[in-house]
Nanobody, 123 residues
């Protein structure tokens, strides 16, 4: 059974940093792509970053140069380092893992989701 558990969210001032973590189980972690999505109230869920099993990474234009996705295969953990945070980054952030027929984004089909962790950035 796939389980994704996020942590690391919180409240910061603009310009600050946070690191999100996602502990994953139920997968051979090194063989899969993983991603981060976010959803603000009243808005659709949007992709933030994805990392493939070969280590290649892709980012939404809005976070390029500020966010970094990485994973530790030995710990089955996905990370999102967020720097230079802006108020518009305020959202619930979700860890995502692939499933057949899932939502396609940058070559990965996301069908499993964590419970989310809230990030709030104040100006």
């Amino acid at each position: 059974q796939v389980q994704l558990v996020e942590s690391g969210g919180g409240s910061v001032q603009a310009g600050g940093s946070l690191r999100l973590s996602c502990a994953a189980s139920g997968y051979t972690f090194s063989l899969i792509c993983m991603g981060w999505f976010r959803q603000a109230p009243g808005k659709e869920r949007e992709g933030v970053a994805v990392i493939h099993n070969d280590g290649s990474t892709y980012y939404a234009d809005s976070v390029k140069g500020r966010f970094t996705i990485s994973k530790d295969n030995a710990k089955n953990t996905l990370y999102l380092q967020m720097n230079s945070l802006k108020p518009e980054d305020t959202s619930m952030y979700y860890c995502a893992a692939p499933a057949p027929g899932g939502r396609a984004w940058y070559g990965c089909f996301f069908g499993y989701w964590g419970q989310g962790t809230q990030v709030t950035v104040s100006s």
